[in-house]
């Protein structure tokens, strides 16, 4: 089943579990809706698989800015409509989101700058383009980022993800996104990452941080949440990172995990209050 959908099935069923955080779900359902009726033909990958075979080794992810095959006049087109439909969505910041949509229709978006700035973790393009904008860099990167994810997504469900066995870092083999949520799925509970930003999944140490690679148990801790069965935060004292995860055995297994994640927003608010962050990934490609 393709993602949009079981993003759809689970947000139906999550909303009919927990009725008070309706517009959430409702507004994540609009978004996915909105993704369906925009099939992305904008993006493309150009993998060379011996370089990837030498980046991989070296611990770097596979893509870089100039794997992308930017189609810019589609791509902005898509940022704009994106923009549009969050201002129809209600999102917050109906002013700065249309300034984005005059940006593009005026030609003054620098789409390809800004989608590889989100995949490269640059922040300055971003930077320069919000100030420019006059608005929030926060929300350009969320619009250019939900676009970047999008194409990634359709291109890789479409192509087939490459084979990453012995990835061992904390960072996603393709895209080199940080991880929206860990997993432990099978008997053993072998743990898994999912990327926040394409989606792709990876298997890690179970007991390693996935952060700074402390793998010394006494600092190495987790907690969960009354009447939360299946999900669970891990933190680690060295660095003070956290990952919340799902435990599939319990759960069962195929959640889209972008959706776990706003599902369990309460977990982020519970760890930040502790003084733990969201981990960022340690090393750039
Ligand atoms: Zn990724
Ligand atoms: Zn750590």
């Given amino acids: 089943m393709p993602l949009l959908e079981v993003k759809l099935k689970r947000l139906q069923d999550l909303r009919k579990r927990r009725p008070q955080f309706a517009e959430i779900y409702d507004f994540h359902r609009d978004l996915c809706t909105f993704l369906q009726q925009h099939p992305c033909q904008w993006l493309g990958v150009n993998v060379d698989p011996g370089q990837w075979e030498l980046r991989r080794q070296a611990g770097f992810p ?11 006049e589609p791509a902005g087109k898509f940022i704009a409509s994106l923009a549009g439909q969050l201002i129809t969505l209600g999102q917050q910041g109906k002013d700065e989101l249309q300034r984005i949509v005059q940006a593009q229709n005026a030609g003054n978006l620098p789409v390809e700058k800004l989608l590889i ?21 926060a929300l350009l990167e969320y619009v250019c980022s939900t676009s970047l994810g999008y194409g990634l997504q359709s291109w890789l469900e479409t192509h087939g993800r490459p ?9 996603c083999p393709i895209c080199g996104g940080t991880p929206a949520m860990g ?18 999944e990876w298997g890690v140490i179970r007991l390693m941080c996935t952060y700074c690679g402390n793998d010394e ?34 759960l069962g297994e195929g959640l889209p995990m972008d959706v776990e994640d706003l599902n369990t927003l309460h977990l982020d608010l519970m760890a930040q209050k502790e003084g733990f962050v969201k981990g960022k990934r340690t090393q750039n490609a």
């Fill in 183 to 200: 997993e432990l799925v099978g008997e053993e509970g072998k743990k898994l990452l999912h990327c926040s930003i394409c989606a792709s």
């Fill in 117 to 137: 700035a989100c995949l490269e973790k640059d922040r300055a393009p971003l930077e320069a383009c919000a100030a420019e904008l006059e608005i929030p860099s």
């Fill in 62 to 72: 596979l893509l870089t800015g100039d794997a992308l095959q930017i189609m810019i």
């Fill in 217 to 250: 148990t006494d600092s190495l801790e987790y907690f969960t949440a009354e009447g939360e069965a299946g999900y669970r935060v891990d933190i680690c004292r060295k660095c003070s990172g956290y990952l919340k995860v799902v435990d599939s055995r319990e």
């Fill in 163 to 171: 084979a990453y066995s012995d990835w061992k870092e904390g960072y």
